[in-house]
């Protein structure tokens, strides 16, 4: 029986007046995913948690979240998700202790068991040590770790976290991620971070999202499983260099490019994850052919992410001219 997605977006929109911060965007996760959102600044991300935690109407489409719609059902999503967001509003002249307390009371933790789910998740939060504290007073990493204790408050099944580790020092970085990756399975999470080695740690699945739109949606087991593909700049006849390396049995497919003085640029797709450079050398010098670069490239999140970044950087870049000249 197929399940409901934990986080189901449908064709979603949001303009502030002359802004288009997200244009028509659909993604789902699914129970129990933890989930990287990644973009640029002004890419949408914020836009879109802040509708999926009912904190701001959508222009158009809907989003679901543990079943209920955003706009139509705010009560049962709001009692279902767990928010950080981007800055999190504290009341300066409350303590830490008398704030997570009245937001316990607030999102109607039991009371027979608030004090111990306060004490647990103000050690899980590395909190215990500020909880007479004064809000105002805190750090910046301490606030953010304030909020993360009050996303969790209620235990809720889907966490929603704008830029958890932002403004933590190092340290502080690796315990939220452990602690974030230990909700996953029970929990469903989505994160917003710049810090793609942070996602690559705790994500299974990234979506990345650019000027309002979603340009990239799959695993890392996937991207990490890509075919590496290699980079060879060979000087020699380019169509015989060409046929040459299509012929290797190794080889799956390749591009070709003339790189000028005599050199061809190409790019080696091979059958399985095996590294060919030292193989292809050899074959490549026993032809009489120069090989002036050889380089693997193997797919990583900073790849993907500044190839769905860059080429769409590009193409906006190319449209004035487009325009000019029509
Ligand atoms: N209240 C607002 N009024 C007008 N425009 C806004 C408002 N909030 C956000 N925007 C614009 O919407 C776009 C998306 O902003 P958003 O905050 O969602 O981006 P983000 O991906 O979270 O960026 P960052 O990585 O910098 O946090 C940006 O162009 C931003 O300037
Ligand atoms: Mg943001």
């Known amino acids: 029986m197929p399940t409901t997605p934990a986080i189901n977006v449908s064709r979603l929109t949001k303009r502030y007046g002359q802004v288009l911060a997200v244009d028509d965007i659909s993604f789902q996760v699914q129970a129990g995913e933890l989930v990287g959102f990644l973009g640029p600044n002004g890419a949408g991300k914020s836009t879109t948690m802040r509708i999926l935690t009912t904190f701001l109407p959508a222009s158009s489409g809907y989003a679901w979240v543990a079943g209920f719609d955003v706009m139509y059902q705010s009560m049962e999503v709001r009692e279902r998700i767990g928010y950080l967001p981007e800055s999190v509003p504290l009341y300066p002249e409350m303590r830490v202790s008398e704030y997570l307390g009245y937001r ?21 939060c590395r909190i215990k040590e500020v909880r007479t504290r004064l809000l105002g007073t805190l750090s910046k990493g301490y606030r953010q770790r304030v909020g993360l204790a009050d996303a969790m408050l ?20 690796g315990q939220t991620l452990e602690t974030i990756r230990g909700l996953a399975g029970r929990h469903t999470v989505l994160l917003s971070t710049h810090i793609l080695p942070e996602v690559e740690r705790v994500c299974e699945r990234v979506v990345i999202i650019n000027k309002g739109r979603i340009r990239f949606d799959d695993t890392l087991r996937s991207i990490a499983g890509r075919e590496p593909v290699l980079q060879v700049e ?3 006849p380019g169509e015989q260099v060409g046929a040459f390396l299509r012929d290797q049995p190794e080889v799956a497919a390749i591009t070709a490019n003339p790189a000028g003085e005599g050199l061809t640029a ?3 797709r091979t059958r399985d994850r095996r590294d060919l450079r030292e193989a292809l050398a050899a074959r490549l010098a026993s032809k009489g052919w120069g090989v002036r ?12 992410y500044t190839d769905v970044v ?4 590009e193409a906006a870049a190319r449209e004035p001219e487009a325009i000019s000249v029509a």
């Open 234 to 236: 060979v000087r020699g």
């Open 104 to 124: 316990a009371r607030l999102k109607g933790v039991p009371r027979a068991g608030r004090v111990a789910r306060l004490d647990d998740l103000m050690a899980l």
């Open 310 to 313: 860059l080429r769409q950087e």
């Open 154 to 173: 209620a235990d809720p099944p889907v966490l929603i976290l704008d830029e958890p580790t932002t403004g933590l020092d190092p340290i502080q970085i």
């Open 293 to 304: 670069r050889l380089d693997l490239k193997r797919h990583s999140l900073e790849e993907v």
């Open 266 to 268: 190409f790019e080696v």
